[in-house]
């Protein structure tokens, strides 16, 4: 009978905030592979926020478990045309916070996303119209979206692109540094 013992690291498995994970979360950001951004997160226990300006330029944060905090990003073109961020370990809601930073951000951001365990909840930055007639208002509104399950939107959104970055030689040097025992009952344990 065979055996699989897992050994976890007792070191830091990887720098999140290097320079090769910020263009990994980047690169999945770009293809619209949000599960695996969540997953990352997960991995790490830390919140990523992303922010994506007018020009497409993307900017990376890292916080805690339980909050990131935006930086400023140098450079970036307002307004925002999304703001993308995790909830590690728990699901896609909008915290007090979350909704606090969306009613800053109001004529600057345009939609938002949040991932959880869940799956992914988002919200689109709407003009308040009447409904007696077709006058728009200056008064603007965050739509009220259900949330969507990683099922579903894999199903729908995914592109199996990403298979090469999960696979990719530095992902899996940097993010699966578990080793592997197998054991049949009759070996020395010389390799635990």
Known sequence: ???RIIKEPTETVHDVESESSISLVINLAKKGNWNMIYLLSKLASREVSI?????????????????VKLSPPLGAVLPFKLWVHTHPSNTAYWSFTDRTTLEMAKG????????????????????????????????????????????EYNLNNLDYDFIEDLYAQEFLEKWSRRKVFNDTFDSDGKDW
């Not at 922010?51 to 909050?67: A, E, P, Q, R």
């Not at 996303?113 to 728009?136: A, F, H, K, W």
């Open 1 to 3: 009978m065979d055996f």
């Open 51 to 67: 922010l994506v300006d007018s020009k497409d330029n993307h900017f990376v944060d890292w916080g805690t478990i339980g909050s």
């Open 108 to 151: 600057i951001l345009g939609n938002a996303i949040v991932l959880g365990e869940n799956g992914l909840l988002s919200t689109t930055l709407q003009p308040i119209s009447s409904s007696t007639d077709d006058t728009v208002y200056s008064n603007l509104q965050w739509t009220e979206e259900e949330v969507m399950d990683w099922q």
